[in-house]
Antibody, heavy 116, light 109 residues
């Protein structure tokens, strides 16, 4: 059974870079596309982007200029970097696995607050 | 940009009743790539339906999905206490590639 565990700082200062890592277990990292999704009370669920084990990526155009998603297949991990963060980036961040069109594997979510 | 609008925003219902939730897209959803999720408080969303009408693994058959084009529905044939949660629809294929609706909250009456 697939399990995803997100980790990273819970507090990030404005203008800095948010960095999160998701560790995948119980399933081959080549089995899914691996996404980051965030959730806020105001904007709901927002897909940030995904990466395939080959390294190919696809990002939400609204965040594309600030987002980098990378993958380390030897460690069964994929990562998110979001630069120049503001308070609007405060959210619960989920890592998830999708067989292209639907997310059937989710991590537990990690709260990230942007504040000085 | 494709926008998914869910209605109603909140429903107050009693266990045992049948309920239908609506998800309307601002443009046609590519090849019925429409999914439904359930989210309980403090938990990640859980996939219920993919491809508009296919139940995900382990999902009870009281959940069913239908629709095509711009209009989709999720039906729960008989509400159980554990079904009171927030439900989201999600599309794949239009720009941005993946978007979610704003959610419908099912409350116990």
């Amino acid at each position: 059974q697939a399990q995803l565990q997100a980790s990273g700082p819970g507090l990030v200062k404005p203008s800095e870079t948010l960095s999160l890592t998701c560790t995948v277990s119980g399933v081959s990292i080549s089995s899914y596309y691996w996404s980051w999704i965030r959730q806020t009370p105001g904007k709901g669920l927002e897909w940030i982007g995904y990466i395939y084990y080959s390294g190919s990526t696809n990002y939400n155009p609204s965040l594309k200029s600030r987002v980098t998603i990378s993958i380390n297949t030897s460690k069964n991990q994929f990562s998110l970097k979001l630069s120049s963060v503001t308070a609007a980036d405060t959210a619960v961040y989920y890592c998830a696995g999708n067989e292209l069109d639907a997310f059937d594997v989710w991590g537990q979510g990690t709260m990230v607050t942007v504040s000085s | 940009e494709i926008v998914l609008t869910q209605s109603p925003g909140t429903l107050s219902l009693s266990p045992g009743v049948r309920v239908t939730l609506s998800c309307r897209a601002s443009q046609s959803v590519v090849t019925s790539y429409l999914a439904w999720y359930q989210q309980r408080p403090g938990q990640a969303p859980r996939l219920l339906i993919y491809g508009a009408s296919n139940r995900a693994t382990g999902i009870p058959d009281r959940f069913s999905g239908s629709g095509s084009g711009t209009d989709f529905t999720l039906t729960i044939s008989r509400l159980e206490p554990e079904d009171f949660a927030v439900y989201y629809c999600q599309q794949y294929g239009s720009s941005p590639l993946i978007t979610f609706g704003q959610g419908t909250r099912l409350e116990i009456k």
